[in-house]
């Protein structure tokens, strides 16, 4: 009989495998979220699947545990619940359909493993969105962007290394802070901010 005491113990060093896109793959569940869109990084659209949602998290924490978590009902039980949660996030203010960025989707998932209190698995997701990142900067460094492409943000972290900025980050922020205030235009308070960035915006500057 295995207890929470027998199972292997997570490494921080587990560095997570390939595959956490949520634009990959289909599932079940399509049909019920027929009015929902993803955005996806190049603008184009696909149709919104929580399946994906669900693989991406199990990926996560099959890339901490090991793969002996694949058959575990607790892993299962607290995928079903973050999946949820997150898909309650992104819709709450769209009950009648809409579109979401990829971007915002991936925060999402960051948030609800915080939230959860589930660390090692969100840092794992966490240096895959970094490393993921890392390599389109890089190719986009030796392919130059199309005449109506704008290269993506870069914001300065306090170290003075750089990271992209998120599309999705905004919109998050943005919308937490304003949840709950009936007076606030987010949509105009979100073209304020973009108009005031620049490329290489500190990490205080932008909060």
Same mark, same amino acid.
């Given at each position: 009989?295995?207890?929470?005491?027998?199972?292997?113990?997570?490494?921080?060093?587990?560095?997570? =495998?390939?595959?956490?896109?949520?634009?990959? /793959?289909?599932?079940?569940?399509?049909?019920?979220?027929? /009015?929902?869109?993803?955005?996806?990084?190049?603008?184009?659209?696909?149709?919104?699947?929580?399946?994906?949602?669900?693989?991406? *998290?199990? +990926?996560?924490?099959?890339?901490?545990?090991?793969?002996?978590?694949?058959?575990?009902?607790?892993?299962?039980?607290?995928?079903?619940?973050?999946?949820?949660?997150?898909?309650?996030?992104?819709?709450?203010?769209?009950?009648?359909?809409?579109?979401?960025?990829?971007?915002?989707?991936?925060?999402?998932? !960051?948030?609800?493993?915080?939230?959860?209190?589930?660390? +090692?698995?969100?840092?794992?997701?966490?240096?895959?969105?970094?490393?993921?990142?890392?390599?389109?900067?890089?190719?986009?460094?030796?392919?130059? =962007?199309?005449?109506?492409?704008?290269? =993506?943000?870069?914001?300065?972290?306090?170290? /003075?290394?750089?990271?992209? *900025?998120?599309?999705?980050? *905004?919109? *998050?922020?943005?919308? !937490?802070?304003? !949840? /709950?205030?009936?007076?606030?235009?987010?949509?105009?308070?979100?073209?304020?901010?973009?108009?005031?960035?620049?490329?290489?915006?500190?990490?205080?500057?932008?909060?």
């Amino acid at each position: 009989m295995h207890t929470e005491h027998n199972r292997p113990q997570a490494t921080a060093t587990a560095q997570p =495998p390939s595959g956490f896109d949520l634009t990959e /793959g289909t599932g079940p569940q399509t049909q019920r979220f027929a /009015g929902y869109e993803v955005i996806r990084r190049n603008g184009s659209l696909t149709a919104f699947d929580p399946a994906k949602i669900e693989i991406a *998290l199990t +990926k996560a924490f099959l890339a901490v545990e090991g793969g002996q978590a694949a058959a575990s009902r607790r892993i299962h039980e607290i995928v079903q619940q973050l999946c949820g949660q997150i898909v309650e996030a992104l819709f709450r203010r769209l009950p009648d359909g809409g579109s979401v960025h990829i971007e915002a989707i991936q925060d999402q998932v !960051e948030l609800a493993l915080m939230r959860a209190g589930q660390h +090692k698995i969100a840092r794992a997701y966490v240096l895959y969105r970094e490393e993921r990142a890392r390599e389109r900067l890089s190719q986009q460094a030796t392919e130059p =962007p199309a005449a109506s492409e704008q290269p =993506p943000l870069r914001i300065t972290a306090t170290d /003075g290394s750089r990271r992209e *900025l998120h599309a999705g980050e *905004l919109e *998050l922020a943005v919308a !937490e802070a304003c !949840e /709950g205030l009936s007076d606030v235009d987010q949509t105009a308070l979100l073209d304020d901010i973009r108009r005031s960035l620049f490329d290489g915006m500190g990490e205080r500057e932008l909060a």
